[in-house]
């Protein structure tokens, strides 16, 4: 079992920025892909990036040049830095984990889920 908290949500104003972090439980933190997804209202899940063990990461390209990920394998800490912030990204953030290796851009290939944070861009 993994329990995953986001937390760093907020409102804030177009153009402006979020750093949103989703602490982990367990020793094997730094074993795990963390991906992070967001979900708005009527919409599907949809992925955001993730970051490997080894700290590779990928965004999706709605988010590129604006949000990257990080770790932190001694805080158990996966971050996600949202600048330039638009109200399209208005939605429900999520972090989760995965040991998996193949099509980690989908929600499916996931096995444990955080409660969400919300972010809210007004224009």
């Known amino acids: 079992q993994v329990q995953l908290v986001e937390s760093g949500g907020g409102l804030v104003q177009a153009g402006g920025s979020l750093r949103l972090s989703c602490a982990a439980s367990?020793?094997?933190?730094?074993?795990?892909?963390m991906g992070w997804f967001r979900q708005a209202p009527g919409k599907e899940r949809e992925f955001v990036g993730f970051i490997t063990r080894g700290s590779l990461t990928n965004v999706a390209d709605s988010v590129k040049g604006r949000f990257t990920i990080s770790r932190d394998n001694a805080k158990n800490t996966v971050y996600l830095q949202m600048n330039s912030l638009k109200p399209e990204d208005t939605a429900v953030y999520y972090c989760?984990?995965?040991?998996?290796?193949?099509?980690?851009?989908?929600?499916?290939?996931?096995?444990?889920w955080g409660q969400g944070t919300q972010v809210t861009v007004s224009s």
């Open positions: 989760a984990v995965t040991t998996r290796v193949q099509r980690i851009d989908l929600p499916r290939s996931y096995d444990y």
């Open positions: 367990g020793r094997t933190f730094s074993s795990y892909t």
